[in-house]
């Protein structure tokens, strides 16, 4: 399973708005600005999230983004899954190697317990200058 941009922005846009969680919106031109992406993309991929009642929208002059549920309450699988689809390391075939096609079932829960597991709140708390944040096992 490969994560493409749409869910890496994606996940972006919601640590984004987790840290900025104090109930003001947040344009998507700020969080375009503050990670150097394209506001257009950015626009693309929050739609899908609003749908999925992960993000709601405030209009106005000082309108913008903000989470829908607390950040402990959204996790990074509930992201993934809205802009990726399902998450499946590989699609397993009927007539394959039972051996390998119990291997893929392992892996993809293996995956799925980690995004299923990280919520927002904990990336959000994650601070790239120390050296010592979550480690992640799969």
Do not use: C
């Not at 919106?25 to 150097?36: F, G, H, Q, R, W």
Request: net charge negative; charged share 25%; proline share 4%.
């Amino acid at each position: 399973m490969k994560i493409s941009t749409k869910g890496r922005y994606g996940l972006t846009i919601m640590i984004s708005l987790a840290r900025k969680h104090n109930h003001v919106p947040v344009s998507l031109k700020t969080i375009a600005n503050e990670n150097d992406l394209s506001e257009n993309y950015l626009e693309q991929l929050i739609a899908p999230l609003r749908n999925a009642g992960l993000v709601r929208s405030v209009r106005g002059a000082h309108g913008g983004y903000l989470l829908a549920k607390e950040p402990h309450e959204i996790s990074a699988g509930d992201v993934i899954r809205v802009l990726e689809g399902p998450i499946r390391p590989v699609e397993a075939l009927e007539d394959e190697d039972p051996a390998k096609k119990e291997l893929w079932i392992r892996i993809g829960q293996a995956i799925k317990e980690v995004l299923d597991t990280t919520t927002l709140e904990d990336l959000a708390k994650y601070d790239q200058n120390t050296q010592d944040g979550f480690m992640f096992y799969i």
